[in-house]
């Protein structure tokens, strides 16, 4: 909701969400949407929260100032720090470096807050889980919008992360890694998400993603798990509210 797609309509798209009884965290990937995803969310008692940080692909045009990342990441509505990583699908191999440096940075905040990490990777997952290694047992966080392998996925699993998954597995061509990745995942270490306005799933498929989308997600995750939507809607409330706010509801 925090980004130019919503810029007229968030608090009305905020609203149905809320209706549909959607909950959200609302991620920044610039300074600007950063501040704009803590201004939103202090506008609402429970039900949208913030993450702060500088997405990978942005790294080479724009500057990270840590000392203002570190003040965003201390206040109370903001659960989260990112969406940081590796991007090698995007930006040229020149940049991979100063993409590691960046997201270190991101992780150092994570380790002062004691915050979890949002992760986003692409064409990149062994080099993130060889920097995430390091930290085996210091950090906790979400691998955003996963898309590996089922063998990687164990891998992330293992270091104590969750895989979040998006409107990407209701897409029926070429997606049996990403489903069998799915099967892997236990009931208590994942979280699903629309990355809205970003990867509607099926059946709004290019169209501007919401929040409330998300039932589709959960709907073709109880599928491919073979329980219930209401089993699946249970789990993945409680698996995000301990990861982002420590707490059950």
């Known amino acids: 909701m925090n980004f130019q797609a919503f810029e007229q309509d968030a608090e009305k798209v905020i609203d149905e969400a809320f209706a549909a009884k959607t909950w959200m965290i609302n991620v920044g990937t610039q300074h600007a949407t950063s501040h704009r995803a803590l201004d939103l969310a202090q506008k609402y008692d429970e039900g949208v929260w913030a993450s702060v940080g500088l997405h990978p692909t942005h790294v080479e045009k724009n500057y990270f100032n840590e000392q203002a990342f570190r003040k965003l990441a201390k206040e109370p509505k903001v659960v989260a720090i990112g969406e940081t990583g590796l991007d090698y699908f995007r930006l040229e191999k020149n940049s991979h470096k100063l993409q590691e440096i960046i997201f270190r940075k991101h992780i150092d905040i994570a380790l002062e807050t004691q915050k979890p990490l949002m992760v986003h990777c692409r064409d990149a997952y062994e080099d993130l889980y060889a920097i995430l290694k390091e930290y085996q047992g210091k950090l906790r966080g979400i691998i955003h919008c996963y898309v590996g392998t089922p063998e990687m996925g164990k891998k992330f699993l293992e270091l104590g992360f969750f895989l979040s998954f998006t409107g990407i597995i ?18 208590d270490r994942f979280t699903l998400e629309t990355d809205a306005p970003y990867l509607a799933p099926v059946p709004h498929r290019g169209k501007r993603n919401l929040p409330v989308y998300v039932r589709h997600v959960a709907e073709r995750f109880a ?17 995000a509210c301990a990861m982002f706010i420590g707490k059950k509801v």
């Open 170 to 187: 209701t897409f029926r061509k070429n997606n049996d890694p990403l489903i069998e990745a799915v099967k892997m995942t236990p009931l």
């Open 223 to 239: 599928d491919i798990k073979g329980v219930t939507l209401e089993e699946i809607a249970q789990a993945s409330v409680q698996n």
